[in-house]
């Protein structure tokens, strides 16, 4: 099943990986660092324009999306994403003024109860 590509959509896409045993979830993963055109194809109804701007993405900044994302998901969290559309520019091929912001955030946390001390990562996407 293919989800909108939109906030909502990003949410349930998030939620069904988490559901997942651990071995289809390793191999969801692994698709997503590899090859992560194919990846966002395969779970996302995507216009042509989209399209377009995912594959004119520099590809070190697609990978890093793909990477970061995995990474994530595979500590068990999720990541914000939040994806602004612009109507009367999104069926048009005008240029519009586009910025993905890619924010990760990495931090320790130690636990006095449980004597633990943990690496955790905070991802944000936001599409304007």
Known sequence: ??????NVGVAQVQA?????????????LHKMRTDFIAWMDSHFELSSSEQEDLASLPE???EEIGLQSAHVL??????????RDHPSTAQSREPRGKDILLQT???QQYSFDEGTLTDVS?????IS
Do not use: C, W
């Open 122 to 126: 905070d991802l944000s996407i936001d």
């Open 74 to 83: 595979e500590q068990g969290g999720t990541f914000s994403f939040f994806k």
């Open 105 to 107: 955030v990495h931090r």
């Open 16 to 28: 069904q990986i988490l559901t997942l045993p651990a071995g289809e979830r390793e191999a969801e």
């Open 60 to 62: 070190s900044f697609r």
């Open 1 to 6: 099943m293919k989800y909108s590509f939109n």
